[in-house]
């Protein structure tokens, strides 16, 4: 999947296919190649070019550890993988659960959300967020992100908004910035995030720029090959702060990443042990979809953070999943969503580069604003005589905090945000929920 503008769009297969619930390699060379390097073990003789059915056989005889792809190679194979994808369209739903000492605390299933992904725009729809019965829309596009927050059982055309409306309605306008919504997106490992000091990556970057050690064949619960290997990353090469990744590959699914088990150690010390907190999270993908020949994607994909590595394996953790249930890929959605409106009447914050509030745009007709206020003192003045004096309407959040309505969020709220942002931080609680517990007893 490439981000950013691609050149040529009109080359892009524009076949509809479609995937839906349970319900060959790719086409490029640099794959085929490691397709039949890493089939080289077997004693099936694979030909993708008549010169190195012989030759190819012989060097898999007389070195088994050419027969192994590089690093360089894998990376390269996965970003093919994901170039071969333009266009996204994906209802799904996401489930939460919080463990702690073998009981379940919190239980929860999303409402059905929709994510449409183009190489130029970028929509997601959340509905039911944190279970508080709110929509979130946001339109990613020419720089700029549009936000739409609502009651998610409202109707815009049934019941629009009125003027004075106290409905809980927030409408945003801000500045864009690449990746703005990876983290809020149905998980894929495409781009992999495992800790808080490196940025979100291709697995070609983080194969190039950590310390990766020896790859090596893995099976698994069915007759796909995968390859193994574990990444280091320690800044500035000393002791403290680390992040150790063991990954599996699966070089039967155009080199995808299928797990990823992360170790993670704060340079801190934890209060209990005296021993620097290190935290275990995985990554893993449990359902694949074949969405064109030898096109795969993962429609189920797990993450679970187990708390601190060091302690007793038990079954606590906050667990969380994305299940999608439809799925077309390669094929441009509906117009009508790469637009957005505003509904008529709605109060619209604009804000500024710097995160500081801009214009307060009161929504009309044509999806244009038909007034607009300087400040909010301007607009408090024009709503007081507009709404026989009504109280002071609550400051809008800033898009930092798109995700939230105006009012705190509890502490399980917090928790059960499907926002990935807070995953690590609802699964560092837990632990220390458990240091707490255990320095108790």
């Known amino acids: ?38 089939a080289c073990g077997t004693r099936v003789a694979v030909s993708l070019m008549a010169f190195v059915t012989v030759l190819g056989a012989n060097r898999c005889a007389s070195a088994a550890d050419e027969t192994l792809p590089t690093p360089a190679e894998v990376g390269a194979a996965n970003d093919a993988a994901w170039e071969s994808i333009a266009f996204i369209d994906m209802e799904y739903v996401v489930s939460t659960r919080l ?37 979130v829309d946001r339109l990613v596009g020419e720089n700029v992100v549009r936000l739409l927050q609502y009651p998610v059982d409202m109707d815009f055309t049934a019941d629009p908004i009125r003027p004075c409306d106290d409905r809980p309605i927030k409408a945003t306008i801000s500045p ?37 050690g020896e790859i090596s064949r893995t099976t698994g619960p069915d007759d796909d090959k995968r390859l193994a290997m574990t990444a280091e990353l320690r800044p500035g090469g000393g002791e403290g702060a680390y992040s150790v990744v063991k990954l599996t590959v699966n070089s039967s699914k155009g080199y995808l990443v299928e797990r990823a088990e992360m170790v993670e150690a704060d340079a801190a010390r934890a209060s209990d042990t005296g021993k620097g907190a290190a935290i275990k999270t995985v990554w893993e993908v449990l359902e694949w979809a074949e969405v064109e020949p030898g096109v795969w994607y993962p429609v189920r994909v797990s993450f679970s953070n187990l708390g601190r590595a060091d302690a007793p394996a038990s079954t606590d953790g906050y667990f969380v999943e994305w299940r999608a249930t439809k799925l077309t890929v390669n094929t441009p959605p509906a117009e009508e969503w ?75 709220a917090t928790l059960l945000t499907i926002n990935v942002v807070v995953l690590f931080v609802g699964g560092l609680a837990w632990v220390l929920i458990r240091s707490r517990g255990r320095r108790r007893s």
Not at 7 to 28: D, F, I, M, Q, Y
Not at 196 to 207: D, G, K, V, W, Y
Not at 344 to 373: H, K, Y
Not at 382 to 394: E, G, K, S, V
């Open 1 to 38: 999947m490439a981000h950013g503008v691609l050149k040529g769009l009109g080359s892009v297969r524009a076949s509809r296919v479609e995937w839906h619930p349970r319900t060959t390699e790719c086409n490029t060379e640099v794959i085929q190649m490691l397709m039949f390097r890493d």
């Open 99 to 135: 463990v702690e000492k073998g009981r379940v605390v919190v239980e929860r299933e999303s409402g059905s959300n929709r994510w449409v992904w183009t190489p130029t725009h970028e929509r997601l729809l959340l509905r039911d967020l944190d279970g508080k019965g709110l929509a």
């Open 176 to 212: 864009s910035s690449p990746g703005v919504l990876d983290e809020l997106v149905p998980q894929n490992m495409e781009l992999l995030h495992f800790t808080r000091s490196a940025a979100r990556m291709r697995l070609s970057e983080l194969l190039r720029t950590w310390k990766v």
């Open 338 to 412: 790469l637009g957005f409106e505003f509904p008529e009447n709605a109060i619209v914050q604009e804000f500024l580069a710097d995160g500081q509030p801009g214009r307060i745009l009161v929504w009309g007709p044509g999806n244009m604003p038909q007034t607009e206020f300087s400040s909010e003192e301007e607009y408090e003045v024009y709503r007081r005589a507009l709404c026989n004096d009504a109280p002071t309407r609550a400051a809008v959040a800033g898009p930092g905090e798109g995700l939230r309505s105006d009012e705190p969020a509890s502490a399980f």
